[in-house]
T-cell receptor, first 113, second 114 residues
Framework: SQQGEEDPQALSIQEGENATMNCSYK?????LQWYRQNSGRGLVHLIL?????REKHSGRLRVTLDTSKKSSSLLITASRAADTASYFC?????????????FGTGTRLLVSP | AAGVIQSPRHLIKEKRETATLKCYPI?????VYWYQQGPGQDPQFLIS???????DKGSIPDRFSAQQFSDYHSELNMSSLELGDSALYFC?????????????FGAGTRLSVL
């Protein structure tokens, strides 16, 4: 990946358990976003955390950002089978005011009933 | 709410043929982005347009070109197709007036080059 790695590459858990995915990146960023992708489908924006924020919550999602370590984590609590998907972190890099996203390699999450 | 519309959803082409992918952004969105996602890969930024002008360029081959039209829809033109061009092509749109500038993705066009 151009920007970084996610780990684990694959994660298999039972419904009700928590899932934690980590993302590392290489360059300075304006923000970091997490996206979800069901198999072969479009990317759905989940949550954005700015570079001056350390933690963000949205429903069952909790994102942390450590800019000193250039890393972020996504925690999904009380997982459901419907959470089965690939999860990508993407860093927002500003170029002349326009933001392109640089994606990590993704974590494939499988939640079994 | 209206989403990003991409067409076609699936496209099958032979090597050396050309392909045109279309993207209709969310109404009021002024910026369009194109990404390519190979099998098992992460999406890679190709090119973006703001107000019909190219705003940024990524790893887009010279065989590809794109433009944004007056109605803000965008087209990605791909010529001399190669087997390695087989991928999911995503379009995303955003509104620069929105502070977070979140990109909203279409469902993608799956291109298969045989």
């Amino acid at each position: 990946s151009q920007q970084g790695e996610e780990d684990p590459q694959a994660l298999s858990i039972q419904e009700g358990e928590n899932a934690t995915m980590n993302c590392s990146y290489k360059t300075s960023i304006n923000n970091l976003q997490w996206y979800r992708q069901n198999s072969g489908r479009g990317l759905v924006h989940l949550i954005l955390i700015r570079s001056n924020e350390r933690e963000k919550h949205s429903g069952r999602l909790r994102v942390t950002l450590d800019t000193s370590k250039k890393s972020s984590s996504l925690l999904i609590t009380a997982s459901r089978a419907a959470d089965t998907a690939s999860y990508f972190c993407a860093t927002g890099l500003m170029n002349t005011g326009f933001q392109k996203l640089v994606f990590g390699t993704g974590t494939r999450l499988l939640v079994s009933p | 709410a209206a989403g990003v519309i991409q067409s076609p959803r699936h496209l099958i082409k032979e090597k050396r043929e050309t392909a045109t992918l279309k993207c209709y952004p969310i109404p009021r969105h002024d910026t369009v982005y194109w990404y390519q996602q190979g099998p098992g890969q992460d999406p890679q930024f190709l090119i973006s347009f703001y107000e019909k002008m190219q705003s940024d360029k990524g790893s887009i081959p010279d065989r590809f070109s794109a433009q944004q039209f007056s109605d803000y829809h965008s087209e990605l033109n791909m010529s001399s197709l190669e087997l390695g061009d087989s991928a999911l092509y995503f379009c995303a749109s955003s509104y620069t007036g929105e502070a977070k500038n979140i990109q909203y993705f279409g469902a993608g066009t799956r291109l298969s080059v045989l």
